[in-house]
């Protein structure tokens, strides 16, 4: 059975562009957790999907955004990128919505996000 | 959500037991305590969950005393590629668990 996955594994961006990071969960799954952790750093929680709305979202600027498609696959998008937006950018996902009695995420192997 | 405290970093050789423990004195009646294994430039990966007692699983095993303010991950003789940041989180199961990491625990296995 396949992972979670994520595209691209590795994006360079300018200052000032725009980055859309895009994240499949395993299969079944209906909840995507996205996060950001810069180098060294702990993960820092952005936003959380669940059944295609937004559950919750994290201390960041709103220039962070995304969305869930109905196959529950996701996007993450950052606006105006700056220069302390380079990170590991890391998505999850799990049964949450559909299964209250467990809540292992599984976790994809990232986005490195470099902002030049 | 309950705020967790673990130790910053610990140090460990070969073939010795590792015993990380993490501090939730807020812990609130229907969270479960879950144990996370982060290696450099991957995401992390589950490794144990527990509500009360002990749990073990092929990798791991979880004792939480009868106050829940606390829980201890045990390691059974690590290896060095066990060298990875450890978090511990709290929240309750199913809907409204943000899935929040704390700073970790960063544990070198020394040969």
């Known amino acids: 059975e396949a992972g979670v996955t994520q595209s691209p594994t590795h994006l360079i961006k300018t200052r000032g562009q725009q980055a859309t990071l895009r994240c499949s969960p395993i299969?079944?799954?209906?909840?995507v957790y996205w996060y950001q952790q810069a180098l060294g750093l702990g993960l820092q929680f952005l936003l959380w999907y669940d059944e295609g709305e937004e559950r919750n979202r994290g201390n960041f600027p709103p220039r962070f955004s995304g969305r869930q498609f109905p196959n529950y696959s996701s996007e993450l998008n950052v606006n105006a990128l700056e220069l302390e937006d380079s990170a590991l950018y890391l998505c999850?996902?799990?049964?949450?919505?559909?299964?209250?009695?467990?809540?292992?995420?599984?976790f994809g192997q990232g986005t490195r996000l470099t902002v030049v | 959500l309950a705020k967790t405290t673990q130790p910053i970093s610990m140090d460990s050789y070969e073939g010795q037991e590792v015993n990380i423990t993490c501090s939730h004195n807020n812990i609130a009646t229907n969270d479960y305590i879950t144990w996370y294994q982060q290696f450099p430039s991957q995401g992390p990966r589950f490794i144990i969950q527990?509500?009360?007692t002990k749990v073990t699983n092929e990798v791991a095993s979880l004792f939480i005393p009868a106050d829940r303010k606390s829980s201890t991950l045990s390691l059974p003789r690590v290896s060095l590629s066990d060298t990875a940041v450890y978090y511990c989180l709290v929240g309750a199961r199913g809907g409204y668990n943000k899935l929040i990491f704390g700073a970790g625990t960063r544990l070198a296995v020394h040969p």
């Open positions: 299969s079944g799954h209906t909840s």
């Open positions: 527990g509500y009360k």
């Open positions: 999850a996902s799990s049964l949450m919505g559909q299964d209250p009695t467990y809540t292992e995420a599984f």
